[in-house]
């Protein structure tokens, strides 16, 4: 009951890439880059398991970025001349790269650090992909001509790469899809679709993680300017609990989303951000313990999985231990009470 876990990406160590900056650039190359990754994965299992994390992740150690570190090992894609663009309808813009010509994968893309995580962690381990209207909302396109139709591609060789994860021994597989709080329409029209089409066959536990996005400036202002309460989720949730996802990940912690919107949930399991990855607080254990009980007003205990907001990647990475830790200890406080 109450078992914990995180939304994916943890900080990477000052040795692989710089500290708290996304895209940021690895420090090293060659062989020696491929052991600092293997490392720097388990050691970030051993720091999840040390803080009393229960369904652990190998914390996208191996990627410069959630959508891009798939994106990179797939044909159809030029990476070398990127274009600006802006993502989520123009929050902010990015230097993407192109699709060219039809999409493949040239083989397993996360398989290696999928293996090095189930070798070294017995607790049950999760793995993140990123969703695939999150993919076509984060790379430019010279070759489909529609967005729709670029997603499914994309959603069928994220189909291939869960598969063969789920054949590793990987016990949930979840995709990102911050743009589902964006394109809330499209989500309904089509977004849910490209999901089952990502989940086909899998028998392993699927999830879909749904935020405000990282602790950026971009986001905390597109937050600023959403009012008094965000109900983006309400537009959606209804459709997610017909749809054939196993588990939904969302922000609750120091959000201003009706919690009420939970019960719009029903039958599926919620993980439930009670860390905020946007503040440099460390949340206490009560801190912690009132968000939960506050979920659990709408979600039955047994479906609850407190959960970090997003991805802490950015973060100092003391700093996001410590808030793990919290969230363990906050989860054990509500457990004691039960």
């Known amino acids: 009951m109450l078992e914990t876990t995180i939304a994916g990406s943890l900080p990477k160590p000052s040795w692989l890439a710089e500290p708290r900056v996304l895209w940021a ?10 052991e600092a990754k293997r490392d720097a994965t388990i050691l970030a299992l051993k720091l999840q398991e040390d803080a009393g994390i229960d369904i652990v992740s190998d914390g996208e150690q191996s990627r410069q970025h959630f959508v ?4 990179e090992n797939l044909d159809g894609i030029d990476f070398a001349n990127k274009v600006r663009m802006g993502i989520r309808n123009n929050r902010y813009e990015a230097d993407v790269p192109t699709v060219t010509g039809p999409l493949r994968r040239r083989g397993g893309v996360h398989a290696t650090e999928a293996r090095i995580a189930r070798a070294h962690t017995g607790h049950a381990l999760k793995f993140t992909l990123p969703g695939p209207m999150t993919i076509i909302d984060t790379i430019a396109d010279r070759h489909y001509g529609d967005r729709v139709k670029m997603a499914m591609a994309f959603a069928d060789l994220l189909n291939e790469e869960a598969r063969e994860l789920a054949a590793i021994g990987v016990d949930v597989i979840q995709f990102d ?5 964006v394109y809330l329409d499209e989500v309904i029209d089509w977004g849910i679709e490209a999901l089952h089409r990502a989940i086909d066959g899998l028998d392993c536990k699927t999830a879909v993680h749904i935020c405000y996005g990282y602790g950026i400036k971009a986001n905390i202002d597109w937050k600023a300017g959403l009012g008094s309460e965000w109900r983006q989720y309400e537009r959606i949730f209804s459709a997610l609990a017909a749809s054939r996802i196993d588990q939904v990940s969302l922000e609750c912690a120091n959000s201003r989303v009706p919690i009420e919107l939970l019960s719009l949930l029903d039958g599926k399991d919620v993980l439930a951000g009670a860390i905020d990855v946007a503040s440099g607080h460390v949340e206490t254990p009560d801190e912690v313990a009132v968000t939960i009980e506050r979920a659990l007003r709408f979600v039955p205990a047994e479906r609850l999985f407190p959960c970090t907001n997003c991805g802490m990647a950015p973060l100092d990475q003391a700093l996001a231990y410590k808030k793990l830790e919290a969230l363990s200890a906050g989860a054990a406080l509500v457990r004691g009470r039960r």
């Open 177 to 181: 899809e911050p743009a589902f709080n």
């Open 68 to 71: 891009h570190g798939f994106l």
């Open 25 to 34: 650039p690895w420090r090293q190359g060659g062989e020696a880059l491929a």
